[in-house]
């Protein structure tokens, strides 16, 4: 599934300075900063002294880039919560690399209710119209993407349905449990086919459906330059807000005063959502296991035997 994406393609980080600040601006140097496991990323000063900051990947990957960017526009369409404006998408084929360029984000002080003011937009944020997110076709359907994108590396199935179990079995559980299969003995393919097969048991539909990051852990969350919490990185889609919130806290939780101010805007059925929460910790111990291995077997054992 590939829709049409708009983004303007360029053949270097040159040419699209060039193109957006002028011919008078020029790349001066480029600095190799923390930008997680997947790319290469760097902060780039221009000629005039203000800064940029580029993902590069190998050009066969352009697609992790394009889609990113879709859904950074799909954030930020929503205007509720800090999202890095993006400058361009491109391939230079004499690096061998492909690359997104974003606006430069310069962190200062978090503002006093940081993490209130964040559980506040996030939860506008899933509470936002988000159906022009969702390929509709002849059908009318709530939930998906327009396209597919990754988690991290792992491919990510968007395909529109009109139910969220639907979607969470066929699009997020069962891929990612197939790519797993060599780690599991028969017994555990059962137990998880049987899971699948039973999933209206353990999950619900939401009331409404949510745009989502995707993949909100405390390493896609930065204070930007306006002192509140910016949000980076999203494999979003169109889902239930329950598995963002139970994303926050997969690998330690944010402060109680962030889950207070969510449930203020987005009341929270909470013991619900504890039942359900491992349910959506399973997608991720998954891709956590097919990306980087063993070491995240027990967590998805367990999660599969409790249900």
């Known amino acids: 599934m590939r829709a049409n994406i708009s983004e303007k393609m360029y053949h270097s980080v040159r040419e699209m300075v060039n193109d957006i600040f002028g011919n008078d601006i020029d790349v001066t140097r480029q600095e190799r900063v923390h930008g997680g496991d997947i790319n290469d990323a760097y902060r780039v000063t221009l000629s005039d002294g203000s800064y940029i ?129 060599q780690y599991f003995e028969p017994d555990v393919r059962k137990k998880a086919d049987y899971l699948l097969e039973h999933l209206e048991k353990y999950l619900t539909e939401p009331e409404f459906p949510s745009l989502l990051h995707g993949d909100l852990w405390s390493g896609n969350m930065m204070c930007g330059p306006d002192g509140k919490a910016w949000i980076i990185d999203p494999a979003a889609y169109v889902g239930n807000f329950e598995t963002d919130l139970a994303m926050t806290q997969l690998f330690g939780s944010l402060p109680e005063r962030f889950y207070a101010a969510y449930n203020e805007e987005n009341p929270v059925d909470k013991e619900g959502y504890r039942e359900r929460r491992s349910l959506y910790d399973l997608y991720h111990m998954l891709n956590h296991l097919n990306l980087f291995g063993r070491m995240y077997l027990r967590s998805v054992l367990e999660i599969i035997e409790r249900y």
């Not at 799909?74 to 360029?101: H, K, M, N, Y």
């Not at 984000?105 to 119209?129: C, N």
Request: with cysteine; hydrophobic share 35%.
């Open 53 to 181: 900051f580029v993902k590069e990947n190998s050009i066969e990957n352009k697609d992790f880039f394009l889609t990113e960017s879709e859904g950074l526009d799909a954030l930020r369409s929503t205007g509720e919560i800090g999202v890095p404006r993006i400058l361009g998408t491109g391939t230079d084929e004499q690096r061998g690399v492909s690359f997104l360029a974003l606006e430069y984000i310069e962190s200062v002080p978090r503002i006093k209710s940081y993490w209130e003011t964040f559980g506040h937009q996030l939860a506008r944020m899933h509470r936002a119209d988000c159906q022009a997110f969702v390929d509709q076709g002849e059908n009318i359907v709530k939930y998906g993407f327009k396209n597919d994108n990754y988690i991290g590396a792992s491919p990510q199935k968007n395909q529109p349905k009109q139910s969220w179990i639907d979607f969470y079995r066929e699009c997020r559980l069962l891929p990612q449990i197939k790519m797993a299969e």
